[in-house]
């Protein structure tokens, strides 16, 4: 009886050992999914937090969301450090034939953490060019964010968009301005030479009636 009591009170202590070290080992793992969830949610709202900046032209909303040292990479392959500086940039975007510009994502994000304070997020997305002359285009761009933690919050360390140069509405819209142009001035040189001609024409004969007299 004392051997068959001490085997149960091994296997009891035995069970609840390994119980123990399940628990201590899901413990972290629960907190780790936590964090990670709570991460995602913060990188989400700086991603469509910086989206309206653009769709709303008011880069005050994603200045807080922004690293101290970030970088932007637009699709013409230029580069800004400062808040201020691409917003002139972008701004100046309107001053020709666009009228206004709208970005959308579009299917699933890639997201990868690096460390536990930094992630790298990429997608695709639809910028949308609505032209003064009431016409419209779209235009099919990639995108690859590099985000870090900083003072408690997800910020934009890196943005790069590209786009296929090959399939770029605004320069089909200023190709299309171009002939347009063309035309115009090959109608009006037509109509000045046209009216030139009328004149030249009617010189002589001005000429002749007065040597009559």
Not at 41 to 70: M, Q
Not at 154 to 166: A, G, P
Not at 191 to 198: P, Q
Request: glycine share 4%.
């Amino acid at each position: 009886m004392k051997q068959r009591w001490a085997t149960e009170y091994r296997c009891t202590q035995l069970l609840w050992s390994v119980l123990l070290v399940l628990a201590i080992w899901n413990i972290p793992q629960y907190a780790l999914a936590d964090t990670n969830q709570q991460d995602i949610n913060a990188i989400i709202n700086t991603r469509e937090i910086a989206l309206e900046a653009i769709n709303t032209r008011n880069f005050g909303k994603i200045e807080p969301y922004l690293h101290p040292s970030f970088t932007i990479t637009t699709v013409d392959n230029q580069v800004f450090h400062k808040v201020p500086e691409f917003e002139k940039y972008w701004n100046q975007q309107f001053s020709n034939s666009i009228q206004n510009i709208k970005m959308a994502l579009k299917g699933d994000v890639v997201r990868t953490f690096l460390s536990p304070e930094t992630a790298v997020s990429s997608g695709e997305a639809i910028a949308t060019f609505s032209f003064k002359d009431g016409n419209s285009a779209d235009m099919a761009m990639r995108w690859t964010a590099v985000l870090q933690k900083f003072q408690d919050k997800w910020t934009i360390q890196s943005l790069h968009f590209s786009s296929n140069l090959l399939d770029n509405p605004v320069l089909n819209a200023a190709q299309s301005l171009g002939i347009n142009v063309a035309i115009a001035a090959g109608v009006g040189g037509f109509l000045l030479g046209g009216l030139t001609m009328m004149v030249l024409r009617r010189r002589p004969k001005q000429k002749t009636a007065e040597s009559s007299n």
